[in-house]
C-alpha cells in the first residue's frame, strides 16, 4: 500500500488553469502505474490520466491536449496540470496507485491505493 494525498484544488475559471498534486513515498517497486481519476456527483469514477514507471503517459480524450501528468524528478509527487478547464472537469479528483504496468490503466478497480481526493470547481 503506498499513502497519497492530494493538493491543489479548488475553484477555477472556465478556460483557466490548474495544477493538483499528489504527494506520496519514494517507490518501491520497479514497475508501477500512477494515476488521477475524477469522479462527478451521480457519475462514475474515470480515469483521466496515467503515468508509468517509465515516463510514458495516457490520456482520456476528454482531456488530450489540455491535462499533463507528470512526476517531480526525486518521484515522491505526482502532478495534474490542466489548462483550458471546462465546466465539465469539475470533479473530486483523486490519485492512485497500482504496482505492475496496466494494460487498461483507466479501470478503477485495478488500483490499490487511493489518496482522499481534492476537489476541482469550475465556474463559467
Known amino acids: 500500500v503506498v499513502q497519497l494525498v492530494e493538493s491543489g484544488g479548488g475553484s477555477v475559471q472556465a478556460g483557466g488553469s490548474l495544477r493538483l498534486s499528489c504527494a506520496h513515498a519514494?517507490?518501491?517497486?520497479?514497475?508501477?502505474?500512477l494515476a488521477w481519476f475524477r469522479q462527478a456527483p451521480g457519475n462514475e469514477r474515470e480515469g483521466v490520466a496515467a503515468?508509468?514507471?517509465?515516463?510514458?503517459?495516457v490520456y482520456a480524450d476528454s482531456v488530450k491536449g489540455r491535462f499533463t501528468i507528470s512526476q517531480d524528478r526525486s518521484k515522491i509527487t505526482l502532478y495534474l496540470q490542466m489548462n483550458n478547464v471546462k465546466p465539465e472537469d469539475a470533479a473530486m479528483y483523486y490519485c492512485?496507485?497500482?504496482?505492475?504496468?496496466?494494460?487498461?490503466?483507466?479501470?478503477?478497480?485495478?488500483?490499490?491505493?487511493w489518496g482522499q481526493g481534492t476537489q476541482v470547481s469550475v465556474s463559467s
Open positions: 492512485a496507485f497500482r504496482y505492475g504496468a496496466l494494460r487498461y490503466p483507466s479501470e478503477a478497480n485495478q488500483y490499490s491505493s
Open positions: 503515468l508509468y514507471d517509465d515516463g510514458t503517459t
Open positions: 519514494k517507490i518501491s517497486y520497479a514497475f508501477y502505474t
